[in-house]
């Protein structure tokens, strides 16, 4: 993923070359103008969610605000060479840890992702175009979908439309998973 000014200059550079107004996007995107600025100026790195609403609203690939580089298929990334790209969207202590697996595949669809997921208070539902699928690896995971709450262990997953409000969370400590996100073109 790219670092958190980089995803805000190029945010900035789409909107205002689409004559966007931060207040335009943030109408378009249903996020709050001061969010938007505070992604634009670096502050903070959004939740998937909230790149996915963006990159629709200004047209472009969620790939477009991730990448820094092409990478010729096929993309392989090596356990032991997974790299953390940024710390959290909850800001400098937060509690999702994001790994990416496709980074540098500039034409995909998917948003593969490796995520260390710390224990976490505010469950704060997001929904967003498209399906993901998340499968455990470690520790229990809660997925609340729309009204209804599941606790997922070691080698379950979910799958699931992604439009319905729905938080994933560790329970009883750190989790690990593996999501797939699939947002339409």
């Given at each position: 993923m790219a670092e958190k000014g980089k995803l805000g200059d190029r945010?900035?550079?789409?909107?205002?070359?689409?004559?966007?107004?931060?207040?335009?996007?943030?109408?378009?995107?249903?996020?709050?103008?001061?969010?938007?600025?505070?992604?634009?100026?670096?502050?903070?790195?959004?939740?998937?969610?909230?790149?996915?609403?963006?990159s629709r609203a200004l047209g472009q690939r969620v790939g477009t605000f991730m990448d820094d580089q092409f990478v010729p298929d096929?993309?392989?990334?090596?356990?032991?060479?997974?790299?953390?790209?940024?710390?959290?969207?909850?800001?400098?202590?937060?509690?999702?840890?994001?790994?990416?697996?496709?980074k540098g595949k500039t034409d995909?669809?998917?948003?593969?992702?490796?995520?260390?997921?710390?224990?976490?208070?505010?469950?704060?539902?997001?929904?967003?175009?498209?399906?993901?699928?998340?499968?455990v690896v470690s520790g229990k995971v809660l997925v609340k979908y729309g009204k209804e709450e599941h606790v997922l262990s070691a080698g379950d997953s979910a799958y699931y439309n992604s439009v319905v409000p729905h938080f994933i969370g560790a329970v009883g400590g750190p989790a690990e998973i593996y999501a797939v996100l699939y947002a339409p073109s």
């Open positions: 945010m900035k550079k789409y909107r205002e070359q689409l004559g966007l107004s931060v207040g335009d996007l943030a109408t378009n995107t249903g996020l709050k103008p001061a969010f938007i600025e505070d992604v634009e100026t670096g502050k903070v790195y959004p939740p998937l969610g909230s790149i996915i609403k963006i096929p993309v392989i990334v090596r356990a032991g060479a997974r790299a953390e790209e940024t710390s959290s969207h909850r800001g400098a202590g937060g509690h999702y840890r994001y790994f990416p697996l496709g995909r669809h998917m948003e593969p992702l490796f995520i260390k997921i710390g224990e976490d208070e505010p469950k704060e539902l997001s929904s967003h175009e498209g399906e993901e699928f998340i499968i």
